[in-house]
């Protein structure tokens, strides 16, 4: 031991010796929450301008307050709050920027003026807005990113869907969808974004095609009311018996599409 008087730089009155560990804590005891805070926070249904919002309820509360923000922000004194919410999936919406990260948290009351902790934090990003005309060469970006505002759904493990740099119609890219070793009954969805006349019977779908095999050497062209849900995707129009030796054109009129996604 060491019995030398402590310097004014050492915590606690701990001894100058190389020996041992001094540490400072500052204890704060108070009551704990009269309920849980909810749990298992998700949003689906993510739009250009809303989310739905949900989580698992902490304990048997019937209101909710909801705080959401720019990422990063501090719940106890930043973001907005929407108090009193009675029930849940939240439809978001006041409305929301487009192509804007978020995050949020949901918090339980607990009744009698009292309140739960705040949740852990959950982030969602907001949709592109719908567009018109456009067009994607996928030529923009590095393999093997998506253009911005594209997306992807695949429900076997191992299909990708993604940009690559082999033998592309344009140079450097071209978007690939790979699903080898899947079944004839799993999805491999390439998803543009939200457009904006797909049912003014004006407009039509081009682009360049080829396949790998025959064996997948067909593809559907379809819409969705949701890109997030691919239980929306409604079959339009089936191309079969693409190349597998060099790309080929394709037109898909709208002329004729009469739904509403």
């Known amino acids: 031991g060491d019995d030398s008087q402590p310097t004014s730089a050492q915590a606690c009155g701990a001894s100058s010796s190389s020996y041992g560990q001094a540490q400072d804590y500052f204890v704060n ?48 004194t930043e973001g907005t709050l929407i108090s009193d919410i009675a029930s849940h999936p939240y439809n978001l919406n006041p409305p929301l920027s487009a192509t804007t990260t978020y995050d949020w948290y949901v918090q339980a009351n607990c009744g009698s003026g009292s309140l739960s902790d705040w949740s852990a934090k959950h982030t969602f990003t907001t949709d592109c807005d719908p567009i018109g005309d456009f067009s994607e060469n996928f030529d923009k970006d590095a393999a093997p990113a998506l253009p911005a505002c594209w997306k992807s759904y695949k429900s076997y493990a191992y299909a990708t869907v993604t940009t690559v740099t082999s033998s592309p119609y344009s140079a450097p890219n071209c978007a690939q969808l790979y699903n080898s070793g899947g079944t004839g009954t799993d999805m491999t969805l390439l998803i543009t974004p939200a457009l904006t006349n797909a049912g003014a019977g004006t407009h039509q779908l081009t682009f360049y095609a080829k ?4 064996i997948a050497n067909s593809v559907i062209i379809g819409t969705m009311s949701d890109p997030g849900n691919p239980l929306t995707f409604t079959p339009y129009q089936t191309v079969t018996g693409l190349s597998t030796t060099g790309w080929e054109y394709y037109i898909i009129s709208f002329a004729g599409y009469t739904g509403t996604n």
């Open 29 to 76: 005891i108070t009551l704990p929450p009269s309920c849980p805070a909810p749990y298992g926070l998700g949003a689906s249904a993510i739009s250009n301008t809303g989310a739905m919002l949900n989580w698992t309820n902490g304990g048997t509360e019937t209101l909710w307050n909801v705080i959401y923000g720019a990422p990063g922000f501090d719940p106890l």
């Open 211 to 214: 396949a790998s095999s025959v």
